[in-house]
């Protein structure tokens, strides 16, 4: 029996997704032992439409050139596998949603801004095309690759964890800075994944792996409001990564 395909693609993003499998260590030479790994140019593995059981891709849709690229990729795919803020939101690109002259900020920045091929905005995969499963984080981590493998060679239905990192907290026995401290933290609001990392060494969560099931944004918002926060440093918050999330939009939850 022929070992199942992996491809890992890159869109707009910095890369650090993709060292989620790099930085499996030992476990990367295992899993290089029961797939076939087609595409990942972090490995020296190119073969962009490789025919595939399994497709990763990190990052965003945010040139023309990518709605090509990923329409391709998910016709060569059976499975597809978003990972990271970028590829299941938008991600922090996609600050630039909301700009009012985007021409105007490009020729600040690039000097020779008509070189420079951008769509309007910066949009998730799913956006574009079927994705089977999202992976969010930013970036993911090794855990979350692995156990996604193991479930579709396994054949079973992945699963989904969409708890608030409030419940991870509630699990490891931290002290809510929120209510202790009067930090603002995002943790009500954000889904767990990252172990709830900040929290544990005392920080607030500031939303990297995204929403979490029934977020109710616009009654954080008023309760940072009562910390002191101003509307723009509320704002912030929210928009710091996942800016292009439905559910982190404040003016449509007002």
Known sequence: MPKP??????FTSCD????????????FLQLAEQVNILHFAETGKVDTYAKVDIAFVEGSVSTPSEIERIQKIRKNSEYVITMGACATSGGIQALRNGAENSADWVAAIYASPEHI???????AIAKHVKVDLELWGCPVSSRQIIQAIRDKLSGVRPAVNADSVCMECKRKGNVCVLVSQGKPCMGPVTRTGCGALCPSFGRDCYACYGPSEQVN?????????GLGLLPDQVAHRFQFIHSAADAFKLTEKK
């Open 5 to 10: 395909s992996i491809a890992v693609h890159k």
């Open 16 to 27: 650090g997704c993709q060292l989620a499998f790099l930085n499996m260590g030992e476990a």
């Open 117 to 123: 091929q951008s769509l309007a905005a910066s949009d």
């Open 217 to 225: 944004a616009a009654s954080l918002s008023r309760r940072f409001e």
